[in-house]
Nanobody
């Protein structure tokens, strides 16, 4: 599976952005999807994830209530809707796929098997 993340850009604090993660290849509909981000000089951190069916989602506390993760398996695409953006949301955002087909959403970067190239989100004050 190859993943392509897009939708990043420059947004003011309080604004919204929607990131997309398009997958090519087979079996994406069987994989969990996670969104991670990495700010300069910081470790990559889990943001949100959705399991293979879309029935289970999980969020980092820092984005809970502001971000929404979803997927459309017919389009081989996952989404991260971000609202009420804060300057601390500034980072490169990555999508990743986990092929274990579990109900739960994995939160560790090493638990994911495929990664997209990242899209930069910059939130200005």
């Amino acid at each position: 599976v190859q993943l392509q993340a897009s939708g990043g850009g420059l947004e003011q604090a309080g604004g919204s952005l929607r990131l997309s993660c398009v997958a090519s290849g087979r079996f994406f509909n069987l994989y969990g999807v996670g969104w991670f981000r990495q700010a300069p000089e910081k470790d990559r951190e889990f943001v949100a994830g959705v399991n293979w069916s879309g029935g289970t989602t999980h969020y980092a506390d820092s984005v809970k209530g502001r971000f929404t993760v979803s997927r459309d398996n017919d389009k081989n695409t996952a989404y991260l809707e971000m609202s009420s953006l804060k300057t601390e949301d500034t980072a490169v955002y990555y999508c990743a796929a986990d092929r274990s087909r579990r109900v739960v959403v994995k939160t560790g970067p090493r638990e994911y098997d495929f990664w997209g190239q990242g899209t930069l989100v910059t939130v200005s004050s």
